[in-house]
C-alpha cells in the first residue's frame, strides 16, 4: 500500500496513476518485461507496484527483492517486506538466508511502518537467526510506536521460541492493543509464568484483553 505520508502528504500524480495502473495489469497480463521495466521507475508507487507484478507472475528474482527491500522510499522498502512472504513459498517456509536478512534489518529502519511491516514478516517465515529473535525482542519491549511493539509480540508469538517469551510477557503490561496481542502471543507456552500472565490478563480492565485471556484458560 502506498501511503500519503510517504509522498509528502500530495497525493499522486495523474502520471504515477498511470503507470502503477500499469505496472498492476503487468501482473495480470503476464507482461513480465514492462513490470520489469518499472521497477526501476521514478515513482516509489509504481516500482512498489511492479515488484508485486513480477512476484505474482513468479518472475521475481532475488536481486531484484533485495534491491527493493533497500530502496530509498519506504513504500518500497514495505512492500518488499510484503512480497518476501510469498516469494519462493509461502507462510511457514523456510526463507532464504539473504532474504531473511535484508527483512530482520528492518527492524531497524527509520520509518515506523516499515518496521511494523518487517516484523510481521519474520513471524510468517521461520526459522529466523537468534540475532533477529533478540531484535525482535528489542522492538516489542522498546519501541516507541506501538503499532510496532504489537507486530513484534505477534511474530515472537508465532515463532513459539522460548527465548521470546520474556519479552511477551513484559508485553502483557503495555498499553491495551499490545496486552491483547500479547496474551495470544502466550498461546504455544506453557509454565507458571504464563499462567500468572493470563490470570492477570483474565483480570484486566480491557474487555478484549480479559477475552482473550479466557480464550487461551478454557
Known amino acids: 500500500m502506498v501511503r500519503w505520508e510517504d509522498e509528502g502528504m500530495t497525493g499522486p500524480t495523474e502520471q504515477s496513476v498511470s503507470t502503477r495502473r500499469a505496472a498492476a495489469l503487468a501482473g495480470h497480463t503476464g507482461d513480465s518485461p514492462l513490470a520489469r521495466r518499472l521497477l526501476t521507475d521514478p515513482d516509489p508507487g509504481t516500482r512498489a507496484t511492479a515488484l508485486g507484478a513480477l512476484n505474482r507472475l513468479g518472475e521475481l528474482s532475488s536481486d531484484e527483492l533485495l534491491q527493493a527491500l533497500s530502496d530509498p522510499a519506504p513504500t518500497v522498502r514495505r512492500r518488499g517486506c510484503e512480497e518476501s512472504v510469498i516469494w519462493s513459498g509461502t507462510v511457514g517456509d523456510p526463507q532464504e538466508p539473504a532474504i531473511a536478512l535484508a527483512v530482520a534489518r ?3 529502519d527509520e520509518n515506523d511502518t516499515v518496521v511494523e511491516t518487517a516484523a510481521w514478516a519474520c513471524g510468517e517465515r521461520p526459522p529466523v537467526t537468534t540475532g533477529t529473535l533478540a531484535r525482535l525482542c528489542t522492538v516489542a519491549t522498546g519501541h516507541a510506536d506501538a503499532l510496532c511493539r504489537e507486530a513484534a509480540v505477534a511474530a515472537l508469538g508465532a515463532l513459539g521460541d522460548t527465548a521470546g ?4 510477557l513484559e508485553a502483557t503490561g503495555d498499553k491495551a492493543t499490545v496486552r491483547r496481542r500479547a496474551m495470544i502471543a502466550l498461546a504455544p507456552f506453557d509454565g ?4 500468572a500472565a493470563l490470570q492477570r490478563g483474565r483480570e484486566d480492565r480491557d474487555w478484549q484483553v480479559r477475552q482473550a485471556a479466557e480464550d487461551l484458560s478454557s
Open 106 to 108: 528492518l527492524l531497524d
Open 192 to 195: 507458571p509464568e504464563v499462567d
Open 165 to 168: 517469551l520474556a519479552a511477551i
